[in-house]
């Protein structure tokens, strides 16, 4: 992880920057992991499933994946296989689509008691970029991305909201596939190949190198810089601080 400020890449020489939200932007994984992990808890004790949760099964599993992607890969891993079902179903049915609406419940709970609040080092640098007028996104798989922007205070700073609500809609690939990243790059008019990609996971730094972004900052918020290095990361640093002047 450089240490020396000067031997980051200028941010603002970029056409343009693409910020993924949860672990980015905002401590939403944090959330997240603690809505996933409560939910899968209650559902293998009712399942019988014998092999804990733990966040290893989030990182593997969840992180930077669409909620529904996330449930069925989860549940593979156990060696369970459960309907697909479809985005309407209720919270209460056994399917891929109702187990994640199951967390969904427990995530807006947690957010609406706890509320939350941006890194301030990833808000320095967006008012930053902002002011030096680079354009700016969020490239998020969460269905969630408009409430968390909003409850942050953030969403009017992002003209371009490329969300799991959209991807779902038109049928876009998760990451690591480079759909949502090339998508919101159409979205705010831009050529991923002059435009840099911000990342903290290694899902998400696939996605944004596989979609030929000219650079992707990895944001090591616990993955680690090696496997965000692995994953196609071009510079890594713990907190986007280092970018502001």
């Given at each position: 992880?450089p240490?020396?400020?000067s031997?980051?890449?200028d ?5 343009a ?8 932007l ?6 997240h992991m603690?809505?996933w992990r ?9 399942w019988?499933i014998?092999?804990p949760?733990?966040d290893?099964?989030?990182f593997?599993?969840l992180?930077g994946k669409r909620?529904?992607?996330?449930v ?5 891993s156990?060696?369970?296989e459960v309907?697909?079902g ?8 056994d399917?891929?689509?109702?187990i ?14 706890d509320?939350?609040a941006?890194y301030p ?8 970029l902002r ?13 969630n991305?408009?409430?968390v922007?909003?409850a ?10 490329m969300d799991g609500?959209?991807?779902e ?16 790059a ?11 990609a ?5 899902s998400?730094?696939?996605s944004a ?7 992707v900052?990895g944001?090591d918020?616990?993955t ?6 692995e994953?196609?990361?071009t510079v890594v ?9």
């Amino acid at each position: 992880m450089p240490d020396d400020r000067s031997a980051l890449p200028d941010l603002a020489a970029y056409e343009a920057v693409l910020f993924d939200l949860d672990g980015v932007l905002t401590p939403t994984a944090e959330v997240h992991m603690h809505a996933w992990r409560v939910m899968f808890e209650k559902l293998f004790a009712d399942w019988n499933i014998s092999r804990p949760y733990t966040d290893a099964d989030y990182f593997e599993h969840l992180d930077g994946k669409r909620r529904y992607d996330g449930v069925a890969s989860l549940l593979r891993s156990r060696d369970v296989e459960v309907p697909w079902g479809e985005p309407s179903d209720p919270s209460s049915a056994d399917t891929v689509s109702g187990i994640g609406n199951r967390k969904n419940d427990v995530f807006r709970e947690v957010l609406e008691n706890d509320g939350i609040a941006p890194y301030p080092g990833s808000l320095a640098l967006v008012e930053q970029l902002r002011a030096a007028g680079v354009p700016v996104a969020v490239v998020s798989s969460s269905k969630n991305a408009e409430d968390v922007l909003t409850a942050a205070g953030i969403r009017d700073l992002f003209p371009v909201v490329m969300d799991g609500l959209i991807a779902e809609r038109d049928d876009l690939a998760s990451k690591p596939a480079p759909d949502v990243f090339l998508e919101a790059a159409r979205m705010l008019g831009v050529d991923p190949a002059r435009s840099a990609a911000v990342e903290d996971a290694i899902s998400g730094v696939q996605s944004a190198a596989s979609g030929g972004f000219a650079l992707v900052v990895g944001v090591d918020r616990g993955t680690g810089a090696e496997a965000l290095r692995e994953a196609g990361a071009t510079v890594v640093v713990d907190d986007l601080a280092a970018f502001v002047d």
